[in-house]
């Protein structure tokens, strides 16, 4: 069965660093785009980032470009995010995700991380 795990969250002053990474098991995940998600206190989950499969090619959200890096190392099966200058606004539950077949299924679905809280303080 998939299953992604998230670690590395915390409190952190604003101007700090995080990382976080995210082990993933159940699947080839090197066939699979993998993302970053992100859900503010009181706010829908918003797209914070993507890497292609063999992490050749990112993309972020505006809202982090210049100070996030998304990475992956797929020989450990895990993804990253390297989050730099953080602001309190960057304060959410982080999440991975990756769209791969379902179980003994024939089609994809979303699979989502039990997430990681990141808190920034001022």
């Known amino acids: 069965q998939v299953q992604l795990v998230e670690s590395g969250g915390g409190l952190v002053q604003a101007g700090g660093s995080l990382r976080l990474s995210c082990a993933a098991s159940g699947r080839t995940f090197s066939w699979y785009n993998m993302d970053w998600y992100r859900q503010p206190p009181g706010k829908e989950r918003e797209f914070v980032a993507t890497i292609s499969r063999s992490g050749g090619s990112t993309y972020y959200a505006d809202s982090v470009k210049g100070r996030f890096t998304i990475s992956r190392d797929n020989t450990k099966n895990t993804l990253y995010l390297q989050m730099a200058s953080l602001k309190p606004e960057d304060t959410a539950i982080y999440y991975c995700?990756?769209?791969?077949?379902?179980?003994?299924?024939?089609?994809?679905?979303?699979?989502w991380g039990q997430g990681t809280q990141v808190t920034v303080s001022s």
């Open positions: 995700h990756v769209k791969a077949p379902a179980d003994s299924r024939d089609y994809f679905q979303d699979y």
